[in-house]
């Protein structure tokens, strides 16, 4: 009786995905940058082309202290591209990518982001020739992936910054356009005038 509830207990146990099976890599546009710069985070789960998923959603809150974050779109029905990280071939969609602007100097560290999800796993990775046939009758398994956390160094601004400079650190362009260029006398004209750029635009001011 004992060793039968001890098999029940392992069998409630929830199955734990293999980094052969499955992982989260964060990856950032750059690992030094000053207060305000923006810093492009992309979270990529690597995959066993044999594992399926369903329903991959956050796992709980994710933050980024220390920083202004702006979600970037991200493909909602995504093509899984192959990838090979150590010997091993994956299949890899882009679950989240954020930009992220520091508001203070400093190591700074974005923790994990985790996601659940239900995954139907085939048996671990074999050099068995049928494998491939123990692969659809893999099990369905309630599992939580993680990334790594990143550690970015954050720099003060230097000295010197222009009068009426208002935090905003980036490459920024700036287009005008008038929607008629003939007028006759009393008429008006709309003249439009757009910011573009790699940076936080919310930071600038209207000219």
């Not at 029940?8 to 990856?27: G, K, N, V, Y």
């Not at 093509?79 to 992220?100: A, N």
């Amino acid at each position: 009786t004992a060793c039968r509830s001890r098999r029940l207990a392992q069998a409630d146990e929830p199955a734990q995905l293999t980094r052969d099976q499955a992982f989260i890599r964060a990856s950032a546009s750059k690992r030094s940058a000053y207060v305000g710069e923006q810093v492009v985070v992309t979270y990529t789960l690597f995959f066993d082309p044999r594992v399926q998923f369903r329903q991959i959603r956050l796992a709980d809150s994710w933050d980024a202290a220390g920083f202004w974050r702006e979600d970037l779109d991200v493909d909602d029905n995504p093509i899984p591209q192959r990838q090979v990280v150590d010997g091993i071939s994956y299949s890899t969609i882009v679950l989240k990518r954020v930009s992220l602007f520091a508001t203070r100097a400093g190591e700074l560290t974005v923790e994990p982001f985790r996601v659940a999800t239900e995954a139907i796993v085939p048996p671990s990775r074999t050099r068995d020739p049928f494998g491939s046939l123990w692969g659809l009758r893999g099990r369905t398994v309630d599992a939580r992936i993680s990334s790594n956390p990143l550690r970015l160094d954050i720099q003060r601004l230097p000295p010197g910054a222009p009068d009426g400079f208002g935090g905003a650190v980036g490459q920024f362009r700036m287009g005008t356009s008038v929607d008629r260029t003939s007028l006759e006398t009393g008429q008006s004209a709309s003249l439009n005038v757009q910011v573009s750029g790699d940076g936080n635009l919310a930071t600038l001011d209207p000219p």
